[in-house]
């Protein structure tokens, strides 16, 4: 299993600004990825960080909007950059630690005001 | 076509009843499915695999069938604690991505 925390918890936060999301895995693992939740709707893949590599993004991410880092195998953040009330939404990490499970942070509540 | 399509719900059921979820995906060479079950404000959390001969873990049942593309989740005697809501999940074939359904949510009433 992975235990995963994240940082902040909640923002609100004005628009135009930036926030930088924190994750932190209690074990190494190679392949993490950044989700969006918003309200009464399901997962939405942003991106995938993997230790190493430059972050492949999902079809309507940009890494100039959301850029990620990965600076090792236990650390994660995602930057929304520019906000706007349009980016109010949960942001989740999450973890593969096999290819049968995966993990989640317990996400990042983001209101822009 | 949505990669992965669930009964929107809601289901309001008794407690002790039978529900059941279903779910379609639109990937034939997906080789991975699972539900994951989301409580209010929680992140999502794997409940149980999807084999392809079907699964069962106490009174929850998981049925695969690739021809049709769908899978089903079988809740018996449900509890007031499986309010939920229940995400069908499946990978993106050729690629370690999973793709989430909008998730059925469930409330079990006393």
């Known amino acids: 299993s992975a235990v995963i925390s994240q940082k902040p918890s909640r923002d609100i936060c004005q628009r135009g600004t930036s926030l930088t999301i924190q994750c932190q895995v209690d074990?190494?693992?190679?392949?993490m990825f950044w989700y969006r939740q918003q309200p009464g709707q399901s997962l939405t893949l942003i991106a995938t960080?993997?230790?190493?590599?430059?972050?492949?993004?999902e079809s309507g991410f940009v890494i100039d909007k959301f850029p990620i880092s990965r600076p090792n195998l236990t650390f994660s953040t995602l930057t929304v950059s520019n906000m706007s009330p349009e980016d109010s939404s949960i942001y989740l990490c999450?973890?593969?630690?096999?290819?049968?499970?995966?993990?989640f942070g317990p996400g990042t509540r983001l209101t822009v005001l | 076509r949505k990669e992965v399509e669930q009964d929107p719900g809601p289901f309001n059921v008794p407690e002790g009843a039978t529900v059941a979820f279903n779910c379609t995906y639109s990937?034939?060479?997906?080789?991975?499915f699972f539900w994951y079950r989301q409580d209010c404000r929680k992140e999502p959390k794997l409940l149980m695999s999807?084999?392809?001969s079907g699964n069962e873990d106490g009174r929850f049942t998981a049925q695969l069938n690739r021809a049709s593309q769908y899978i089903s989740l079988l809740i018996r005697d449900s509890k007031l604690s499986d309010s939920a809501t229940y995400l069908c999940?499946?990978?993106?074939?050729?690629?370690?991505?999973?793709?989430f359904g909008a998730g059925t949510r469930l409330t079990v009433k006393p």
């Open positions: 999450s973890v593969r630690v096999s290819y049968n499970e995966q993990f």
């Open positions: 990937n034939s060479a997906s080789q991975s």
């Open positions: 074990s190494q693992v190679t392949m």
């Open positions: 999807v084999y392809s």
């Open positions: 960080a993997n230790q190493g590599s430059e972050a492949t993004y």
């Open positions: 999940v499946v990978d993106k074939a050729n690629n370690n991505d999973m793709r």
